[in-house]
């Protein structure tokens, strides 16, 4: 190697190049890890789809998302495992919403003059390749992608959600996604969020914005902020009014786990969230 | 489908060509950037793995080396510079200059490509990055500033800097002379 293209050079810079190649042959080549660059790159594609643009992703709870033998509610009560659901489902993929998702509206608010939104889009699951095949065309259509656009195999067996915040009349901004098993629901204080910004113009402002999952059964979620105070999310029924004044953790259609969104006032930002109760 | 699948299989294949291709390459450049053997191999497969996310750009693009080696250099900046201070730099923490100009001992540990990496190593990591792109992977002022993303002029100041720091070593005209040590 010699770095002989410019006019200015002098012998010594010649022979530095030389002696760095000299150098550089101590390094032991051997074979090129390609197995492991590919999961690795997988891996890395798959974290960065989960994220999208929300940072600060938080997965909290030991249970790790099995819920399939009888858990106890809040309440007490036996929560329904998420098997028996399974077996009531509607046996045609129209049906069971694999080529159109349900949305569901989280929470909604107004920033700087401008309403925002934050919606689920859940995809019911694919039973074979070429209901997983379609699904992704027409996810495609739906301008979504899943983290494996290029596997439709992948989607087989999984419910797969993107959760996404519009502002105003702007395009709706991707801020978490994932495919998922359907036993992989959530249980007991489990917890899932990620938090982003508010300002459509900043990717980088104050993460005041905190979307979560949490387990059908819990009833109270409470996001602590930087400047010390908190919010409270508590569980709502379906269907209840959006209230930007009023955190809440609801269902949303086609999940199998509750959602939350909690939002911190103008100057502070995300310290961590947790179910309370 | 069968198109998806197809167009994947090639981008498949490419990538690992590409991988196969360039490892040997990068690892050295790996390896006088962080001057280790081990660092040089996460630094090149976390290098890759991050190609790999992007490789339906950057393998359709005009210069994925480019890319590679920004993400490299990017990579490096981020997660190298302060290890390999603490796994090189001499216990004295005294400045860079003066350890790399220093006296007779130096004499005798550039008798042997060890004592170029270690100047190398002492070099702050710009001046380092900028060296190794110039005069080991003989890319011009300006590719080296795409790949260090910054100006011409922090190029030349960083090479410029790093040349004086090297040519300080004190063994380093008798390598040259016998054509570095085998």
Redesign the interface.
Known sequence: ???D??TNQTM??R????????????????I???Q???R??????AR?WALATATALVIVGTSGGLALAGLRGGDGGEVTPAVTQRATQPSTPEERHVYTPQQTTLAAGIEQGETWYVTVDVWGAPRTEAEA?AQLRSMSSHHEEPWDR???SALVGKITYFVQRAVGTGEPELLMGDSVSPQDTMAGTDLKSGASTLDPKKTEGPQRLVVGQVAKTAQEVTCTWKDGSSTVARRVEAGADINSDEAAIRPAAGSLDNWFVCVGAAGTAYESAEVTK | ?GD?KEA?ETRDDAF?SF??GR??RL??????LTGE?HA??DLV??T??????AWRKVGSADDPEAYVRRVMINAHARKHRRRLKEFLAPKDDSGLVREVADTGDRIAQAED??A??QA?AQLPPRQREA??L?????L??TQTAQAMGCSVGAVKSNAAKG?AK??AIPG?AE??TH??RK
């Open positions: 190697m010699s770095a293209r410019e010594t810079d022979d530095i190049a030389l002696l760095l190649a000299d150098a550089a042959d101590e390094v032991e080549i051997g090129a890890p390609y492991a660059v590919i690795g790159g997988r891996r890395r594609r960065r095949a290029d596997n439709s | 489908m998806r994947r690992q991988v196969i490892w040997p690892m050295r450049t790996a390896f006088l053997q040089a191999e497969q976390s890759l793995e991050q190609t790999f996310v490509r060890s170029l990496l190398l060296v190794v110039r005069y080991w992977e003989d011009t002022e040349i090297l040519r380093l390598m040259v054509g570095g």
